[in-house]
């Protein structure tokens, strides 16, 4: 059973959050208020802002939350306004923050008050037990534990950034190791634990990665829009432009991305909270070693809305499945929408790996037979496919192919797209 998270962040939060919405109220009445459609604004992201540290404070420490009246509540409507706000009166938002949050950020405070001193007389009898050599050692209890114990979707994270990273940022960047995915459950967990970050910072630095990502899924589904495969969808993710030669293909490109922008200024895409989790170790690593992996956790963010963590797992399974039934009956162009299925569901390490017949992937299945049959598979699609498409996908597959022994004679990968593969090398 995981150990619940330490309350006090996501609590904290709460009363900041609430303070923030009351300031930037102060010295309004209602009907200023119903005029002011920036005032609306802010204080609608700032209930979104509310919402997600209720949820991370519901995930990691539920008996906390079940002593906060009327949570769910305040979930409720932080959703409605992510997703619908429009559809939310201007009245409706003024009420509550008036005459409810007050109460909600009172009452976490309180909670705060309650368990600080509890934490602290816990640490002191354990520091005490430390010195002293008669006490028995025993397991850490629940309130101990608290403060190191990782949150209950720390797993699910690093596997959504480690395919994220893997697939979306350049082949060559040093962040791409066999312990890529481990490397970045410590970040992860490091930064839930700092102290002291600059809330304002990572907000700036989440709506920043929402701003893009937003843009790069307008890109990808307006080139689906035009419908000419899947090479185009690529290009507008990772090139910023599909790169059509037919005009009339260029034009109704551009006439889907013209259809969809209005939205995409008038609604500002709000962070998600892998997204929020992400701003925060960028900014909580700045200065430290661990930098450089939380800007490509970031990058790879903005390349795009990333699956779930369940539909990795379900894609990995569906994956080796048909790598074990062979690909003899399909055309090169099905061949290549499984080698992009494999890279947007696989740490480059781990592609290297199956090719070479090993890994704990490989382990789960029956037999040699089959860990065979999937390396066999995977070596004859890197063999046959040529990859014209951008970095960092051409790379990583140029890197497996000639490790499998395919050289390629030409369309070597140069410059920003060269495959040195440190991932795969270690």
């Not at 519901?58 to 409507?77: C, E, H, M, T, W």
């Not at 002191?124 to 608290?146: C, F, M």
């Not at 199956?354 to 040699?368: F, I, K, N, T």
């Amino acid at each position: 059973m995981t150990a619940p998270r330490d309350p006090l962040t996501p609590l904290q939060d709460i009363v900041d959050t609430a303070e923030e919405i009351a300031e930037l109220l102060r010295g309004f009445d209602r009907y200023e208020f119903l005029r002011d459609r920036r005032t609306q604004l802010a204080v609608g992201m700032s209930f979104v802002n509310l919402g997600a540290s209720i949820n991370r404070l519901k995930a990691g420490s539920p008996k906390v939350a079940a002593r906060i009246p009327g949570l769910q509540g305040s979930v409720d409507f932080r959703n409605i306004l992510a997703h619908d706000y429009e559809v939310v009166p201007p009245a409706i938002v003024w009420r509550i923050a008036r005459d409810e949050l007050p109460e909600l950020g009172l009452t976490a405070k309180s909670l705060i008050s309650e368990i600080e001193p509890e934490r602290r007389n816990a640490a002191t009898a354990h520091d005490a037990s430390l010195r002293d050599p008669a006490v028995v050692r025993s397991a850490p209890s629940a309130t101990e534990r608290e403060d190191t114990a990782p949150a209950p979707s720390l797993g699910d994270a690093a596997l959504v950034l480690s395919c994220a990273v893997s697939e979306r940022v350049d082949a060559s960047a040093p962040v791409h190791r066999a312990t890529l995915r481990q490397d970045m459950e410590v970040v992860l967990k490091a930064t839930d634990l700092a102290r002291d970050v600059p809330r304002t910072e990572v907000e700036e630095f989440a709506a920043g990665i929402a701003r893009k990502r937003a843009e790069t899924d307008l890109r990808v589904a307006a080139a689906r829009e035009v419908g000419e495969g899947e090479y185009f969808e690529v290009k507008a993710q990772f090139e910023g432009d599909p790169g059509y030669t037919a005009k009339e293909d260029r034009q109704a490109y551009h006439a889907a991305v013209a259809r969809g922008k209005p939205r995409l200024y008038r609604e500002e895409s709000l962070p998600t909270d892998i997204e929020f989790r992400v701003a925060r170790a960028v900014v909580a690593t700045r200065g430290t070693d661990r930098h450089g992996l939380a800007l490509a956790m970031a990058e790879a963010l903005e390349r795009g809305s990333t699956p779930t963590a369940d539909r990795i797992r379900k894609e990995r399974e569906a994956l080796l499945g048909q790598l074990q039934e062979g690909t003899e009956n399909l055309k090169e162009s099905q061949e290549r929408s499984i080698l992009r299925r494999v890279y947007r569901n696989f740490t480059g390490a781990e592609i290297h790996e199956l090719s070479e017949g090993r890994g704990a992937l490989l382990e789960r299945l029956p037999g040699e037979k089959e860990r065979a049959q999937v390396r066999d598979t995977l070596q004859k699609l890197h063999s046959d496919v040529h990859y014209p498409e951008p970095s960092p996908w051409r790379a990583r597959h140029d890197v497996v192919a000639r490790a499998a022994g395919h050289e390629r004679g030409t369309g070597q990968a140069t410059g920003r797209d060269r495959g040195g593969g440190a991932e795969v090398g270690t």
